[in-house]
């Protein structure tokens, strides 16, 4: 599975997927885009867009894109946060669909 991180989600996240290749938004260049640039982009190299922007699903028609999203609910963007929630953030983006959205509550 290809996996892009938000670039609100702290990038040592990526050990959450030890067997799929991760990239950062920053690391592909993305840094700062409005959320429908970076979902057009991200459909043309991601499956999944994993991100803690709870307002994303809502301000996006995601229907519009060939790329899942999985919108982890986290207490701050520190690592110790999303830890505890590696194996739902991965099953999360093993479910998801693309233009469709999976929530992984704290």
Known sequence: MRVLLDECVHADVRA???????ETAT???WRGLEDGVLLALAQTRFDVLV??????????????????VVVVHVR?????????????IRDATARVRP????????
């Open 27 to 29: 690391e592909a260049g």
């Open 76 to 88: 701050s963007n520190e690592i110790g946060s999303f830890q505890p929630l590696f194996s739902q």
């Open 51 to 68: 991100t803690i922007d709870r307002s994303l699903e809502h301000q996006n028609n995601l229907a519009n894109f060939n790329l899942g």
């Open 16 to 22: 959450a997927f030890p067997d799929d290749h991760v």
């Open 99 to 106: 233009g469709t959205a999976v929530q992984v509550p704290r």
